[in-house]
């Protein structure tokens, strides 16, 4: 099985800055206080996924999980090393897909699904499942600025998971979610997941990453700390509390808990 | 689920996406404004978008891209053309309309241009696509606007008695083939320079009011032949702008004049077709600047929006 994503020593840099106006700056400059300074959101990071394989990612927030997710789907290049990947990848970062606030639901249907790579033959195919699954009703034709938070990522959801795509990125996904739809998003990633996609899952529910992945990459502010089994993983983020005595064995048992489908974030 | 049944899953999908045949990419490949046409698709949408978007939530819709310059043409007929120089320039209306087909599209592609990436930062900040397109949406619904424009002009210019000549129309196409690669690639350097100082968006506006009075469009390109020292005059058409103006005025306004030989002689520059090779010349260098600068800096825009 050949290797799906390759993350080589990559780096990341970005740019706080402190003093935006030109009368902030030389004030500041004056002061000899600094104008900005850089950081590391991801910092030195090494790892290999091969395809098939699903690896839940893990981290304080700010610890760069999206940012190393936006290296991974090349919204970002890194400033060292590199990222390499191969097929089709889909997935939303930080709980919404990429929408353009003034335009339908429907309108940006299409376009994100252009911008993922499917033509429009392959979109008007899977539309109606797209929007079924979304499940938002009559507003498929309001602007999606006027969606809330709910609607707004089912439908990005929706679309991401229907890209038929060998890479599926998802960060947070049942973060904003009600019950039954979170449960119909954990479902329809196993069916991804099984059908050989590469899974990069990003959770603060211990108990979903430990049913949906093997292994755990946990972040510590932008650097690699723990590679490996994925109860491990939980284990090393302090967050094995969550997790049912048996570990992922009660599959049934897991499947209603409110563990499983994320805690209130 | 089992390790086995995992392992068929990622086989068979391997086999069916054919992943053996695709080797380890940067997801973030980059080739510039090729990649722009790569993906036509996804170009076609954003500038569908564009066009349906520009006068959204506006009752005439569509009309306003008409009203626009329509507006301008008689603010700029009446002021200048009656009350400051009236009647001394043959068919004055037209050699100004013709200027300002021109100078509208590429003012307009400069400004919104400039916006496009700050504008679309929905999208830009979530999705790994080539960002040129942004700037490069922009400069197409500019161009989709100019057409009803280029309607209006052959209308009046047929009034006025207008002969369609073979260079003239040639002239027509490299004036705006020099607007719109000029205007790409300043929308280019721009869009990238609004995202790390918003300041650039009013620069740009400004600049804009001045292209109006820097080109022959209000005055013929006499007034300035004529007025200047000749380095000023050769500064002067190293605009592109002017070259693209001229050009335009050669396609429609020379047409209806009753002596086009004369009025050439007298008002246009000598030379044109060299002036037009070193107009698109110039707007290429300016495009390929604009096109490295954008590589270097791209990077750092998704972060900075």
Known sequence: MGTSIKVDHATKVFTKRYHKTFKQMTVAKMRKQKISDTFNAVDDVTFEIQQGESVGLMGLNGSGKSTLLKLINGT????????????????LIA?????????????????????????????????????????????????VGNYSSGMYSRLGFAVAVHVDSDIFLAD?????????????????????????????????????????CERVIVLEKGKLGFDGAALD?????????????????DESALANDDAMLGADI | MTEAAQATGAVALADRHHLD????????????????????????LLVKREVQGRYEGSFLGFLWSYINPLSQFFIYWFFMGQLLS??????YPVHMFAGLIIVHFFTETFGAGTRSLVGNKGLIAKMSVPREMFPVATML?????????????????????????????????????????????LALLFSTANVFFRDFGSFVSIMNNYIRFGVPMLYPFSTIANGLPQWAVHLYLCNPVSIAVILFQRAFWLGTTKDPVKQAAATLPDHLAMWTIIGIAISAVVLLIAQRVFLKYENKVPERL
């Open chain 1, 95 to 143: 709980t919404g897909a990429g929408f353009h606030p003034q335009l339908t639901g429907r309108e940006n249907v299409y376009l994100n699904a252009a911008i993922l790579g499917m033509n429009e033959k392959e979109t008007a195919r899977k539309f109606d499942e797209i929007v079924d699954f979304a499940d938002i009703g009559d507003f498929l034709d309001t602007p």
């Open chain 2, 21 to 44: 045949a695709i080797p380890l990419s940067s997801p973030a490949a980059n080739r510039g404004l090729l990649e722009v046409f790569r993906r036509r698709y996804v170009l076609r």
């Open chain 1, 172 to 212: 947070e996904v049942l973060a904003v979610g009600d019950k039954p739809f979170k449960r119909k998003c954990m479902e329809k990633m196993e069916e991804v997941k099984a059908s050989g996609v590469t899974l990069v899952y990003v959770s603060h529910a211990a108990a979903s990453v430990a049913r949906m």
């Open chain 2, 141 to 185: 619904v500019s161009l989709w606007h100019v057409a009803p424009q280029i309607l209006i002009l052959v209308g009046v210019c047929l009034l006025e008695g207008w002969r369609p000549d073979v260079v003239g129309m040639l002239a027509m196409v490299a004036a705006i083939l020099i607007a719109m690669i000029l205007g790409t690639g």
């Open chain 1, 233 to 249: 993983g939980i284990r090393y983020v302090k967050y094995d509390d969550e997790l049912p005595v048996d570990g992922k064995t």
């Open chain 1, 76 to 91: 970002m290049r890194p400033d060292e090393g590199s990222v390499l990947t191969r097929g089709r990848i889909a997935g």
């Open chain 2, 86 to 91: 009236r009647g001394r320039f043959e068919n």
